[in-house]
């Protein structure tokens, strides 16, 4: 039987990722309630800096955000089944759907379900966010810092632009204060690395595996840079996908909880069966656990160092407004039907903020309420 720690961290994980509805802000929210609020495993500093740490490198943010607190909660091999954990309810609720879509044709309708669900989600980033906000913003430099990437990112500057510029900032303003040479004491370096798309005609399982690992490995961004992403690849350049097919399986992404990346396994299982899910699903998510790898123990190793943390200052204020440019279209979807939406919102947040109720728990609850609804 595996020890405590990784029998919690597999129990978090596959409760998430059967009901972490809304993408990574939402996912982001839940895992604070969970992890910060109702275990205390860490910090909502330490929670901070590892979504700031997520955002720098490519792949599903959120997801590599639970394999740093499975990391930094039970080392290698917490990493490996945080991550795992949280992918595999999305995965199999994904895989249902691209079998009953070759099927039909159609994807199921889940508006009223839906409906339901976007308010809960939405006050449960609301509290998130709230209860960040002390924590990101400690100055008028992080609040500085804060209200800048919320602009930039209204005005479409990206995210990773954003994100490292504020990072400088904050950086350079220490080593100001503390009376050195910024210019002296910045280094590193860029590794690039390439994984070459599929040459084959029609679809195989190693065409399949080096599309998915190339998308997992460059791409930041919402599952709508996903969309666009693989357009490139499997409509345009392969032909092994149509446009109206393409725009299901991201469909399918976005109306399942968990990772939008499991958008893989619907394209995959449409492709080549049983296999092709596996493959590329397993293609997607692999240079996510590599990247994660390499940066979750550097991070645990310089974290308390003052240039480190000074540049995290940044990081984290600017990821808190990146968080904050995502909820406002999640809110206008939460509120698009008011007699719905906003009593629930509000039912919610009573909920999570006075009687500590799981979001889990309120999500099931909302879609029920959504279905209900619906069909009245």
Known sequence: MPPAP???????GLRLGATAFGGPAAHVAMMEDEVVRRRGWISRERFLDLVSAAGMIPGPNSTELAMHIGYLRAGWRGLVIAGVSFIL???????????????????????????????????????????????????????????????AAWLGVHELVILAVAALVTWTDRRVIAGGDPLAHLSGALVPFAIGGASDPLPTLSGILAVFAKAGAFLFGSGYVLLAF?????????????????????????MTPGPVFTTATFIGYLLAGHAGAVVATVGIFLPAFVFVALTAPMLERYVAHPDVRAALRGLNAASLALILTVTLPLGRAALGT???????????????????????????????????????
């Open 230 to 254: 693989l357009r490139n690849d499997l409509v345009a350049r392969l032909g092994w996908f149509t446009e109206s097919q393409l725009l299901d399986a991201i469909a399918a992404g976005q």
């Open 6 to 12: 990784l029998r919690e961290l597999a129990a978090l």
């Open 89 to 151: 309810p999305a995965m199999a609720i994904t895989w249902v759907l691209a079998w009953g879509y070759q099927r039909s044709g159609t994807l199921p309708t889940l508006g009223g379900v839906l409906a339901g669900i976007k308010p809960v989600v939405f006050a449960v980033v609301l509290h998130a966010l709230w209860g960040l906000r002390a924590t990101a913003i400690r100055s008028a430099m992080t609040l500085a810092v804060a209200a800048a990437a919320l602009i």
């Open 338 to 376: 008011p007699l719905l939406g906003v009593p629930l919102t509000l039912l919610s947040l009573v909920a999570i903020a006075r009687w500590r109720v799981n979001a889990g728990w309120l999500v099931l609850g909302g879609g029920a309420i959504g279905w209900v609804a619906s069909t009245l």
